[in-house]
Nanobody, 126 residues
């Protein structure tokens, strides 16, 4: 599957952005989908994932209550709605696809994802 992330940009603290990740290739609905981010000088970190059906979502504590992940399997698209943005949310955001996790797994590690998008920059100013 090929992934293309978009929607990044520059906003002030407290603002909102919506990221999208368009998938092509194999059946989108067969993948658990996740978002990761990498801030300057830091390692890439887990943000959130959503199950194949969209019925299960899991968030990092740092974004819980502010970010919402969703997917539209008919449109082969993953979304990340980011509200109440903070300067510490500044990072390159990556979408990723996981083909192997079961419904009982909680895939929060990079190594659990098979395919990655190219990343989209989010910059939050104070």
């Amino acid at each position: 599957v090929q992934l293309q992330a978009s929607g990044g940009g520059s906003v002030q603290a407290g603002g909102s952005l919506r990221l999208s990740c368009a998938a092509s290739g194999r059946t989108f609905s067969s993948y658990v989908m996740g978002w990761f981010r990498q801030a300057p000088g830091k390692e890439r970190e887990f943000v959130t994932f959503i199950s194949r059906s969209g019925g299960r979502k899991y968030y990092a504590d740092s974004v819980k209550g502010r970010f919402t992940i969703s997917r539209d399997n008919a449109k082969n698209t993953l979304y990340l709605q980011m509200n109440s943005l903070k300067p510490e949310d500044t990072a390159v955001y990556y979408c990723a696809a996981d083909s192997g996790s079961s419904v009982y797994d909680t895939p929060t590690r990079e190594t659990e994802y098979d395919y990655w998008g190219q990343g989209t920059q989010v910059t939050v100013s104070s």
